[in-house]
C-alpha cells in the first residue's frame, strides 16, 4: 500500500504538471521530468498490438526542450486552451523507489472562438520517482485512444 | 465521517472495477461484487419519477454472470474501448458495515477507427461493504443521464 | 503543506455544492458560500487580458440569492439536467485563516430528450474559510474557458 503522503505527493504531481500545460507553461512542465525522462504518446491500437509507431517520444529531458522549442516556433497557427481531467488514479506497485502509477485523463481544447471540444482521452502509464523530496516523471507514456484526428498535432497530452 | 483509509479503499474499488470495463474485462469486474450484488442501470428520467422501467438489472452475481456471457456471444458488432473516470466521490453514511456512496461519471467510448465521443454521464449510487478486507459493491445503481440513445446497448458502465 | 483532513473537507465543499446545482436544489447551493461571498463567471479570455467584462457578477449572498429566485421565475425555457466533474484539485496556500484553492471542472448538460453535451470546461479559482467548522466559499471566480455559445445562460456553474 503507497502511503497517504506518498498518494497525495503523486497526486500533486499530476495536477501540477497539467496544470502547466493548461496554462502553456511547456518549459516548466518539462522540470516535472527527472534528466533521464522518458515521455512518449502511444495510439492505443498499436500499443494493444505491440506495434513500434508512436506519435511522440523524446528519450531525456534535452529531447523534451528540443521538442518545446520547435513547438514554439512552428505551431503558430494551432491557439488553443487545454484543459485537463485526470481521474481514477491508481497505485500500482513500489520497486526500489520507483511507483508505477496510473491514471486515466479527458483533454478538452477550446478554440480562439471561446468553442470547446473533446479532444482526447486515454491514459497515463507513469513511474515516478523522488529527487530531494520532489516527485517527478522517470517516465510517462500516454497511451491515447483518440487516434482518428489530430495524429499529426505534437503538443503534450 | 468515514475514515481516510476506508475512503481510499472505496475510491480504489470504483477505480479498479472501471478499470475491469475500460480493458475489457468483464469477468473479473464481476468480482467486484457481493455474491447478492446488485447491480442496476436506470433512466435518470425514470428514476425521478419513481417509474420502474430499468435499462439492465442483475439481482445477484449469477445474474451478472449470465449477462457477461451474453455479452461474449452477442454483442461483436459494437466495438469500442471504453474510458470512465469518475469524479465528485461522496461518502454519505455508515450503517451497520454498509457504505453509502455516490459519485458522477463520464464515460467516453472509442471506436475502432479511434474516433472518441462521450457516451453516458451519470451518477453511481453505491452501498459498499467490506468482505475479509476487501471492498466490494453490495448494490450499484447507475442513474444514467443520457438515455437518447443507445438505450439497446447493454455493456456494463 | 496543508494537512489532510482540511484537504479533505475542502473537497467535500466542492463535491457537495456541485452536487446540489446538479439535483437543482440551488437554494441549498447559495448555503455554502459566507453571507459576503463573491461568485462570478468570467470568460477566459477576459480574465486573461484583464478586461472587466463578466457573465455574472454577485458581491455577497444577498445577491445570490437574488439571482436564484429571478432564475427560478425567468428560466422555464431551459430544461436540462447539470452533471459536474471536478477534478485536479490543487491547494496553493493558507492565509490567515483563508485557503486558496483551485479546480478544474467539466459540466454536461443533458436536455430532456436525453441528450448529453458538453456544456463548459474551464476553472474554478477559490477562497474558502471555515465557519464553526464548515467549509465555505468566500470567494468562487469561475473562468470559462467556453465562452463560444450560451453566454447568455446564467445558471451557476
Given amino acids: 500500500m503507497t502511503l497517504p503522503e506518498t498518494r497525495q505527493s503523486i497526486t500533486d504531481l499530476f495536477y501540477e504538471s497539467a496544470h502547466c500545460i493548461d496554462t502553456d507553461r511547456l518549459e516548466e512542465w518539462i522540470d516535472f521530468f527527472t534528466d533521464d525522462g522518458v515521455y512518449k504518446i502511444v495510439p492505443k491500437e498499436n500499443y494493444d498490438r505491440g ?10 529531458k534535452d529531447m523534451l526542450r528540443d521538442r518545446i522549442v520547435s513547438l514554439r516556433n512552428a505551431n503558430i497557427y494551432n491557439f488553443h486552451t ?23 485523463y479527458a483533454l478538452y481544447q477550446t478554440d ?10 486515454g491514459i497515463y502509464m ?15 507514456i ?16
Fill in 112 to 121: 480562439p472562438e471561446g468553442e470547446s471540444r473533446l479532444f482526447s482521452v
Fill in 82 to 104: 487545454d484543459r485537463h481531467i485526470i481521474g481514477n488514479i491508481r497505485f500500482l506497485s513500489e520497486d526500489a523507489g520507483v511507483h508505477a502509477v496510473e491514471s486515466n
Fill in 126 to 140: 507513469d513511474k515516478v520517482v523522488f529527487l530531494d523530496g520532489a516527485a517527478k516523471f522517470k517516465e510517462r
Fill in 142 to 157: 500516454v497511451i491515447v485512444d483518440t487516434c482518428a484526428v489530430h495524429s499529426m498535432v505534437s503538443t503534450p497530452i
Fill in 51 to 60: 506495434l513500434p509507431a508512436v506519435i511522440v517520444w523524446c528519450d531525456n
